[in-house]
């Protein structure tokens, strides 16, 4: 694999693990923190889980997008450029 697609599939991973584990938070706190207690704590977990889950996702969606504009840009900069004679 490139670099490129390295760094696509770490971000989305990190990207989609942070969601589920936001998610996972706030239903633990919905369901099992008592209503008086640390309900504040979790919800400002959950809050930067889900927030730096959506974050990872949309960069590594740039990330492909800046990427496969390169190399498009790249393949017509070739095509364009006249044949050398040998």
């Known amino acids: 694999m490139s670099s490129h697609s390295d760094k696509f599939f770490t ?6 693990g942070a969601i589920i584990a936001g ?21 400002i977990l ?9 974050y990872f996702c949309l960069a590594a ?6 990427s496969d504009f390169s190399k498009r840009q790249k393949m017509r900069a070739q095509q ?6 040998f």
């Open 11 to 16: 971000k989305l991973l990190i990207g989609f």
């Open 46 to 54: 959950s809050a930067v889980l889900l927030c730096g889950g959506i």
């Open 61 to 66: 969606f740039v990330h492909k997008v800046k």
């Open 23 to 43: 998610i996972l938070v706030t239903y633990y706190s919905i369901f099992e923190v008592d209503r008086k207690a640390d309900w504040y704590f979790m919800a």
């Open 80 to 85: 364009k450029a006249p044949p050398e004679d």
